[in-house]
């Protein structure tokens, strides 16, 4: 055994050992969803599939969902154009300004989310945007925003401002070299913010919380009220629907890199 390897295994066990502290509570709601008693005991002793039953004929629940949807589907489009347009003005700023400003970006992620839902929702009151659609996808947006930031970022220190620069002398106009040169390097890092985006919203509680109305409630926001109002074990049917929807969206696109990356190899193969 090497140094390298020596080196490598206990780091890849102990990454093995934190992912399944952090993954085991979560799979434990699975099971918990197809109980048949109204109840969170854990095993469970019969199964059913009531409480997914009553989750897709319970018009809270499921006008919670399309809300959550809707909303998360909004904010990832918006958050995408923007960090992305902030990523390529941060690109043209001297590096001191634009540390600062990338800083300013970031605070959504450094500021506690009760502290920030608590400033929200007092700008809110004046605004009168409390308890409207508007108000919580401009809230979500900017707590977006630097998850979009970052992956966009990383994909613009890959592109080779030559290109950019060749494209501008035969002609190119601003707009045709974003999209012909730019864009195609950017796409990958895009596409990532645009899903840690959609997830952030469709995760996000405690803003959700305090903005929500009768009338605009999320799936999170009613998944908590059925813990702390009532005892509602449809609550792990809708867990276990919002942690597959939010893992079959991160992973998608990683599964369609790997297959393209293998037809891709097996093209050159072939070539060769």
Known sequence: MNERTRIRLPLRIWATVAALLLVAPTLVVIPLSFSDKRSFAFPIEGW???????FFTDQRWMNSLGTSLSLALVVGVVATVLGTLAALGLRGLNARLAAVAQVSMMLPILVPGIVAAIAIFGLYLRWGLSGSPLGIVLAHIALALPFVLIPVGTALRGLDETLVRAAAVLGASPIARFMQV?????????ITGFIFAFVTSLDEVVIAYFLQSPSVRTLPVQMYSSVTVETD???AAA??????LSTCIILIPRIVQVIQER?????QGDVA
């Open 48 to 54: 059913s599939l009531q409480w997914y039953e009553n």
């Open 182 to 190: 730019q864009l195609p390097i950017l796409l990958p890092g895009i």
């Open 233 to 235: 074990p449809s609550i």
């Open 239 to 244: 867990s276990t629907l919002l942690l597959v």
């Open 263 to 267: 037809r891709a190899a097996r093209r």
